[in-house]
């Protein structure tokens, strides 16, 4: 065999082995959010990868007079208030999917939009802790890279205890996206507005 036959077979393998078909983008809604999706979006776009969307709405990060309100539910409303709040982040999610929203957030000639990626796109909204769902779904959805969006911090790092946690955790390569700006309060969790008829969680 020539040397440049065994050259191309190694570059064969390592391409293969390094190529990225799925990667799972965990978004936690904010209004930052869409500039790291849009990193996400043009990596799919070099290597014709498929994206996960994720969003985790956590459960514990419900302030004091929302645990108080809830406490005072039925099953059922409790169960319909959780599927309401998913329902609410899916829509949000197909929404900053779409070519109103993104040339809105990026100008018509800047942003790169799905539907002319033909990229195919899955969004799923979970409950539970943000870092255990991300690296089960990186691993259930067989995915080859996560991303994470990460605010800007001083000291020459913008890693935040979630992104450090997660890399430190995870089974498969972890890019974190730096988002110039202040940080924004996150949508995990129950809103306020869902339970407008207790005071208590006004």
């Known amino acids: 065999m020539s040397k440049n036959n065994t050259n191309q077979m190694v570059q064969d393998t390592l391409t293969s082995k390094n190529h990225i078909k799925r990667i799972l983008y965990a978004t936690d809604l904010t209004e930052s959010a869409p500039r790291a999706y849009q990193y996400v979006l043009y990596l799919a776009k070099q290597f014709n990868a498929e994206i996960v969307c994720l969003h985790v709405i956590d459960r514990y990060s419900q302030n004091a007079a929302m645990t108080f309100a809830m406490s005072y539910l039925t099953k059922e409303d409790k ?8 329902n609410k982040s899916l829509e949000e999610m197909v929404r900053r999917n779409s070519q109103t929203f993104i040339s809105q957030q990026f100008g018509t000639e800047d942003g790169l939009y799905p539907e002319q990626l033909g990229l195919k796109i899955e969004n799923k909204v979970v409950f539970g802790n943000v870092e255990e769902q991300i690296l089960k779904h990186s691993v259930d959805s067989n995915c080859d890279l996560v991303v994470l969006g990460a605010h800007e911090k001083s000291f020459f790092t913008f890693t935040t205890t979630l992104s450090k946690r997660v890399m430190k955790r995870s089974k498969v390569p972890v890019t974190v996206v730096p988002i110039a700006g202040p940080q924004k309060e996150q949508s995990t969790g129950f809103r306020v507005s869902f339970l407008p008829q207790f005071s208590a969680a006004r």
């Open 79 to 86: 169960h319909e208030i959780l599927l309401r709040e998913r």
